[in-house]
């Protein structure tokens, strides 16, 4: 009896796995006709669609989706057809992707029929919905065109980034279409519990990012206070740059599983000496530690998991400098605090020369020169955000700095270079800044070689398109 019942349950599961191989075909050929049928108003198809014993379903409201860039703002409903198996696993199309769930696992049959041409930097994004619910049995079922919105007619949006964000069951599928065809940068937010995705295409001209002492990417006067005009007439407001947020994540992920890095500078196994050219990996900083690399032969990586809080006596330099070589520093957390000091020591003090440290940290990084701080920076300061956020929590004796301001600086610290910042309080008059001039001509890239930009983008064009789905 025992023999017999586990070979029914293999039985079992091999039909169930058989039927769902000729249900992802199916559903593959539906996604290819359906997307033939979108772009030909006169086309109507019919083909042999394979539902298993359970059968299929249409759904016209499936999640959303909201488009926005240039002149495009637009949220609209995403239909999808669905299938579930007896074992769990859903097959489903939606807006041109066909996608196989099992649990938590997401594997992308066919792509969606979203053309992008790097070329001529033009996305193409048609969004498919359906006109009604249905239920789909196997057999010949018809495919008709119902209506065409065509919401964008080639917009542009040069120097400008499209912000795709998508509520779907399948958003796993979405996010793997992106990160593979876009890359990681793209990748903005990922929300498991409201089941979302947040996508980032194109982005503002990085090449001047650096020409002011500070580009606050905010136009409310309120986010830059300047109490002693210490930033004088080297600024800019209204300005925003492209977030770090997903190229600092992945490059942390990468680095803690060992890939991209030659060093871990965790767990008590930095002993001081020089560092030198290559990629290192440490889960924070924190306290009166010196961490000093020698740039003679090579730029290096420093890349931080979480904060970075320098002591008074703490210090992240560079020496030996040589062939214009850089470090560039990747934090992962949301403060940053200095009271030591970062900064080039090739002649035995800091050498005001800005160009040979870039400190990248995420959008939702605090940034403290004080209160009560002798510390100083020396380098290119990049924490973009695009929107306002509470940095602190509160204002901790800040005076007029307040909790939107995502960098304080106060006291005796000691700024030298170029800051990117949503916003930015300047509260003491023994505060030091001053902008190195050298920066306008300099050729500074936030993105290193392995994590690129996302795609550029001139032009968006968007059509929604509805379609009839039923059986013949």
């Not at 349950?9 to 050929?29: I, K, P, W």
């Not at 249409?58 to 239909?79: C, F, L, Q, Y």
């Not at 990922?190 to 580009?215: C, M, P, S």
């Not at 210090?315 to 200095?338: E, F, M, Q």
Request: aromatic share 8%.
């Amino acid at each position: 009896m025992g023999i017999l019942l586990v070979a029914g349950d293999v039985m079992t599961a091999a039909e169930q796995g058989s039927q769902n191989e000729r249900v992802e075909q199916a559903f593959v050929e539906l996604g290819h006709t359906m997307s033939t049928v979108s772009v030909n108003d006169d086309t109507s198809r019919t083909l042999q669609f394979e539902a298993g014993e359970s059968g299929a379903v249409t759904k016209t409201k499936a999640g959303w989706i909201h488009i926005e860039g240039g002149s495009v703002d637009i949220n609209r409903s995403i239909g999808a057809v669905e299938y579930r198996g007896d074992d769990g696993s859903i097959i489903s199309y939606q807006s041109g992707g066909v996608w196989r769930e099992t649990g938590n696992q997401t594997r992308m049959l066919s792509a969606p029929n979203i053309d992008y041409d790097p070329e001529e930097e033009t996305l193409w994004f048609p969004i498919t919905t359906l006109s009604g619910r249905e239920s789909l049995n196997s057999g010949e079922i018809s495919v008709e065109h119902n209506t065409t919105d065509p919401i964008s007619n080639v917009t542009f949006v040069k120097n400008d980034s499209v912000t795709i964000t998508i509520q779907s069951d399948y958003y796993r599928g979405w996010e793997r279409y992106f990160r593979t065809e876009a890359g990681g940068a793209s990748i903005q937010n990922v929300d498991h519990q409201n089941r979302t995705i947040k996508v980032l295409l194109g982005y503002a001209d990085l090449e001047n990012a650096f020409d002011e002492g500070a580009t606050i990417g905010s136009d409310d006067s309120a986010d830059f206070k300047d109490q002693h005009d210490n930033f004088g007439d080297s600024h800019r407001t209204g300005t925003p740059l492209p977030e770090m947020d997903s190229v600092i994540d992945q490059m942390v992920a990468d680095a803690k599983a060992g890939e991209n890095v030659d060093k871990n500078l965790s767990n008590g196994t930095y002993t001081n000496p020089s560092l030198d050219e290559g990629t290192y990996f440490i889960e924070e900083i924190n306290g009166d530690e010196d961490y000093t690399f020698d740039l003679s032969d090579g730029n290096a990586t420093l890349v931080v998991e979480g904060d970075v809080n320098l002591g008074d006596d703490g210090s992240i330099n560079i020496t030996n400098r040589d062939d214009n070589n850089v470090l560039r520093i990747y934090a992962g957390g949301n403060d940053t605090v200095i009271n030591g000091d970062i900064c080039d020591v090739s002649d035995g003090n800091c050498s005001n020369d800005a160009s040979s440290i870039q400190f990248y940290g995420p959008s939702t990084m605090s940034v403290d020169l004080g209160p009560g701080s002798k510390g100083s920076f020396e380098g290119v300061l990049y924490v973009a955000s695009s929107e306002q956020r509470d940095w602190w929590d509160g204002v901790n004796g800040n005076g007029n700095c307040k909790d939107y301001h995502q960098v304080h600086m106060q006291a005796k610290g000691e700024f030298y270079g170029s800051i990117v910042a949503y916003s930015a309080c300047a509260h003491s008059a023994s505060t030091s800044f001053d902008y190195d001039e050298s920066l306008k001509n300099a050729n500074i890239d936030p993105y290193s070689d392995e994590y690129s930009l996302p795609p550029q983008i001139t032009y968006l064009n968007v059509a929604v398109h509805k379609l009839d789905v039923q059986n013949e």
